[in-house]
């Protein structure tokens, strides 16, 4: 199936996501923060960047637009997974560069669709 990188901070969810990305057939990287992200992509290319927006140090948006700004990145959809859900977050968000939006909480029977139809976008 897909390599899927998950940024996320918090581990909870990471576990979440991972379960459910796994139990489809995907191979999941997680990163903890920022830089961890950037090590795994200096070592492997994903098929599709889950990412959270509220992060420490660098957020989500920061981290976006490093990714987009690389072009041996820039090709890889990057989807925010975020409880940002004001109004003009989703808009702030694809500004970014995002390719799409998931809001949390997460739907869990929902989820492997969502995934799935981005994934197939790239191929």
Known sequence: MALILY???DSANRTLV??????????????????EALAVLE????????M???????????????IKANPAWQHIPVVALTANVMK???????????DGYIQKPLDVDA?????????SKTS
């Open 7 to 9: 940024v996320e901070d």
């Open 52 to 66: 959270d927006i509220n992060m420490p140090e660098i957020d989500g948006f920061t981290l976006t637009k490093r």
């Open 18 to 35: 991972q379960r459910i990305l796994a139990a489809e057939g995907h191979e999941i990287a997680e990163a903890g923060n920022a830089e």
């Open 43 to 50: 070592r492997h290319t994903p098929d599709l960047i889950l």
């Open 88 to 98: 003009g977050d989703r808009e702030r968000v694809l500004q970014a560069g995002c």
């Open 111 to 119: 989820l492997p669709r969502q995934i799935a139809s981005y994934l």
